[in-house]
């Protein structure tokens, strides 16, 4: 049976001054309270116009160079085997087998799971997708490979793979066509565009990082950093260093509230981001310590799909709710990995109080 591999992208965005001038011309008390008259009762999303295939075929990554194969195994998708190869891929994760074998590993970037090793390179996986990781004398260096949507790799769940050959890294699968059929965490469903295909990656593309700032170029413009500038939100702090890279931090009074809402503690990790999808221009300008996160606008998520943030689970937050029997409360709804409900933020003796109360859970 042919194994899978789907991973949908975050969103493939411009630089930084593409996002600025696409921010709409509003005022950031229209962003982020929900006014009961004026421009804020007709707000209204883009209509999502789905692309063409030849639209998606044009647009797959130029690094990743793709060679029709004369002998392949036919695409095939079965649910029942996918969820069957992921449980246990999970459950090995977690085995001392897996913990004793890549311990080197490991231990140098714990926030990877490993899955093979040709020479000095070693093949890992973040909730991002496929990354190589690089062995030097001193160092340890992870390079995202970019897999997008739109690429469906038959080494999804193999172990102990071939995956550097000839100097290239090499693997096998199809072009595809996704469609997310629901926010929730459910398979997608596939057109096929093209079968059979190998797709390799030079090291001298992937580990290409114009900007010195720590992120490969494929990964800035996976997550809608600037790759020619290591400091994408002009701010003195660079990229890799900046728990916000795509907004410059703000002090004031509902900046921290957001900050309260949003800086939960977590474990560390330098290739991985909590997303957040708001307008606000006060949510927009938070300074987390205990995560790094990736704040993006409604019309950022707009260019792939409308939907395809909500894959990994992007945290939501309407705007800022007033009612008149409470006046010194400001209520929020929200969805989350967790669940959706509302939050209450009040400030108390100076500090912000936030309280959490869910409508629905997702029991993860």
Known sequence: MKVFYVLSCILLLGCSQEKKEQKDKGSPEQHCFELKEGINNDDRMKKYVPPTNEQILKALPTHIHRQQLKNFTPFHYDKATVQKLAGEEKAYFASNAYQQKYSEWIAALPEFNYVSVNDNYALAKNRYGFWVVEKTEQSYKPYFLGFTQSFYLNEEYAKDQKFYRDGQFVFTGAVVHTERLSSVPVLPQYELLKDGVQFS??????????????????????????????????????????????????????ADMYNSIADEPAAKMNYSFTEILTNCDYFQQINPKNRKVLIYTVDDKAPIKNDVLDVFFPRKYSKILKYPNYPT?????????TGNGTITAEKVNGVWDIKKKFTVTFGM
């Open 201 to 254: 990656v030079s090291p001298a593309d992937l580990k290409k990082d114009s900007d010195g700032d720590g992120f490969n170029d494929v990964f800035e413009e996976f997550i809608g950093l600037n790759p020619k500038s290591a400091d994408t939100d002009n701010d003195g702090i660079k990229d890799f260093k900046d728990h916000n890279p795509r907004f410059a931090s703000v002090q004031s009074d509902l």
């Open 329 to 337: 409360i400001n209520f929020i709804d929200f969805a989350d990995e």
